[in-house]
């Protein structure tokens, strides 16, 4: 076995705000994988949807749509050298546009949809197949990645994470109070979590994490253990076949 290293499926589920993305991106930048925010391809979606003035009253023409479309997630650095991924919807960039609030607000409903999920639940297995990768979103332990290696299921209180909305709308020049970025992300949790197909919910063999009160540096020193102890683990069960 001397020489091989294991590249683990990561998959990080949980609720709006709770940092996945934040923390994926760096975790995995330090491993040296290849990350994938789920989240943004449906926010992708979203902004296609909104740009063909399609609403939820039709939603095959929306999966239509998404099923033609081509949708990439282009890893990059910040002038600081911090990771960025980069979001391009038939190669036009359109990363900074999924972040508005337009497309937050439709983005759970249109997420409910069967076929949208369909489309981008077999991109994200393609993209994911040979490992080396880390996933965030609502459904990669449970229904994308059964399989993944390590599932950390990440989450934070309400408050906490309506604190850390209203920081990055006011970095957009966004003004929300409080009390509406609140009641939208206890909206936005409740219908993730109801839906019929593939609702947010820890998976049995998931770790739960919660990270009030924790830095970002520690949630992801908290991800690349649970790594550490994966690869240590498929070693002694490789050496064991
Ligand atoms: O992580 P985010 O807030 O950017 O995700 C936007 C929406 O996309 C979220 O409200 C639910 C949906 N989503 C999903 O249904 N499944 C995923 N794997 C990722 C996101």
Do not use: W
């Not at 979001?87 to 546009?97: A, G, Q, R, S």
């Not at 229904?143 to 599932?151: D, F, H, S, T, W």
């Amino acid at each position: 076995m001397s020489g091989h290293t294991t590249a683990l499926k990561v998959a990080i589920d949980g609720p709006a705000g709770a940092g996945k993305s934040t923390v994926a991106k760096i975790a995995a930048k330090k491993l040296g994988y290849l990350y994938l925010d789920t989240g943004a391809m449906y926010r992708a979606a979203t902004v296609l949807a909104l740009r063909k003035g399609l609403s939820m009253e039709e939603p095959d023409e929306i999966a239509e749509a998404v099923a033609q479309a081509k949708i990439d997630l282009v890893p990059a650095a910040n002038a600081d050298g911090s990771p960025i991924l980069k979001v391009f919807l038939d190669d036009e960039d359109i990363t900074f546009e999924i972040r508005s609030r337009e497309v937050s607000l439709m983005v759970s409903p249109l997420s409910t949809i069967g076929p949208v999920r369909d489309s981008l639940v077999a991109q994200q297995r393609r993209l994911a197949q040979s490992g080396g990768v880390v996933l965030d979103g609502r459904d990669i332990g449970t229904v994308v990645l059964p399989n993944a290696e390590v599932k950390i299921f990440l989450t934070a209180s309400a408050a906490e994470r309506a604190k850390r909305r209203m920081k990055e709308f006011e970095a957009r020049g966004e003004n929300v109070e409080f009390d509406t970025v609140l009641k939208e992300i206890i909206e936005r949790d409740r219908r993730d979590s109801t839906r019929e197909i593939a609702p947010l919910k820890k998976a049995p063999d998931a770790s739960e994490v919660i990270t009030d009160g924790m830095t970002i540096n520690e949630v992801v020193e908290k991800i690349l253990d649970l790594c550490s102890q994966a690869k240590l683990h498929e070693r002694s069960r490789r050496e064991l076949i």
